[in-house]
């Protein structure tokens, strides 16, 4: 009985308990996003990666994710890996980024400090340099 509560805890934590007894399958694919993060959260890891966590999820399912996802990291005692492209999830998330271009770091620190580093800006934000060219 306990594994059961357990797991109805975690299905309660990414909103899912009302579709508990769906299978994986049959889940949009906001929700099967939803059930991985409760999965990863019932192994209890020391360190938690997630990769694009709110790729492909509705614009009402995003919140639930990112308010997650922050809890855990606000609780201090875990370790949060995070890959995302999108810069809002990054600047609610993120307490250090990291920046790779072509398989190589150009940018180290908090949102502020990166979004200020010229390679940032030209690479993925499209900002050309003023220059001479």
């Known amino acids: 009985m306990e594994l059961i509560e357990k797991a109805e805890h975690f299905l309660h934590r990414v909103a899912l308990a009302d579709r508990r007894h769906a299978a994986a399958a049959s889940l949009s694919h906001g929700e099967q996003r939803k059930l991985e993060v409760a999965i990863l959260l019932a192994l209890e890891p020391q360190v938690l990666m997630f990769d ?9 399912e995003v919140p639930i994710v990112l308010e997650l996802i922050q809890h855990i990291r606000d609780q201090g005692d875990r370790t949060v890996l995070l890959v995302a492209h999108k810069l809002d999830v990054v600047r609610s998330l993120a307490d250090r980024i990291l920046v790779l271009h072509d398989g190589a770091l150009v940018a180290d620190g ?8 010229p390679i940032v800006q ?3 934000l499209g900002i050309a340099e003023d220059g001479d060219g």
């Open 122 to 124: 030209e690479a993925y």
């Open 52 to 60: 694009e966590p709110t790729a492909g999820m509705s614009v009402d």
């Open 110 to 117: 908090d949102f502020a400090t990166v979004m200020a580093s």
